[in-house]
């Protein structure tokens, strides 16, 4: 898939296949978030890869999916995420730029999961306490966000909308997420 295709059909996934996720994907993609852009090159950011069966369901019960349509876009059984990177960002550099940092290195993981095909969800509404207890995080780190990652089980469906930003599921189930029109946000000179 090409760059551009690839960041325009990205869309959040809350749905996925009992497949695995290779290791070595998994470990190229945090490879993405680590060479993402920093303030300052401060780099403070770690990764921590869940992918143990048995700490699949301990960190799924830490997140919260799809506000606007709880419980309606949680991930039904057996369609649960099948790994997670859990973003880590030094208590030393908890300032208001890391936030950016955070940010660049989660979309590049995001986008270089998609270019494998794989879903994924950025997660902020997370347990964080007990995130952090059921992973033994250092106490060096916070937890930044969590993502979600599976082959996907849906195909949601993005539309133009100038009404509302709230997405929805239609009777068939399908999730609908509305975006901006570009001429909306868009000024030039
Ligand atoms: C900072 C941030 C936090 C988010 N937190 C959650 C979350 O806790 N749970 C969830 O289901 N989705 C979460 N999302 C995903 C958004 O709901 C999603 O990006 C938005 O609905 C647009 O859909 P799209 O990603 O398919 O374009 C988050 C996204 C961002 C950028």
């Known amino acids: 898939m090409k760059m551009i295709e690839l960041i325009k059909t990205r869309r959040s996934i809350r749905s996925y296949l009992p497949d695995r996720i290779d290791m070595d994907i998994l470990t190229e993609i945090v ?18 890869i ?11 019960r830490t997140l919260s999916w799809a506000g606007y349509i709880a419980p309606e876009g949680n991930p039904k059984p057996g369609k649960e995420p099948m790994a997670y990177i859990v973003v880590l960002v030094r208590k030393e550099f908890a300032d208001t730029i890391t ?12 986008l270089a999961a998609w ?13 964080r306490e007990e995130l952090t207890e059921i992973l033994q995080i250092p106490a060096e780190y916070r937890i930044d966000s969590v993502i979600s990652l599976g082959y996907p089980a849906e195909t949601p469906v993005m539309e133009e909308s100038e009404e509302t930003t709230r997405y929805y599921k239609d009777e068939n189930g399908v999730l609908h997420v509305p975006k901006r029109p570009l001429k909306n946000i868009l000024y030039v000179d």
């Open 31 to 48: 490879d993405c978030g680590r060479l993402a852009p920093s303030a300052t090159n401060r780099q403070p950011m770690a990764f921590h």
């Open 50 to 60: 869940v992918q143990k069966e048995e700490l699949l369901e301990p960190v799924f």
């Open 99 to 110: 936030k950016h940092d955070a940010g660049a290195a989660i979309e590049s993981m995001i």
């Open 115 to 127: 270019s494998y095909g794989i879903g994924s969800c950025w997660l902020g509404s997370v347990k």
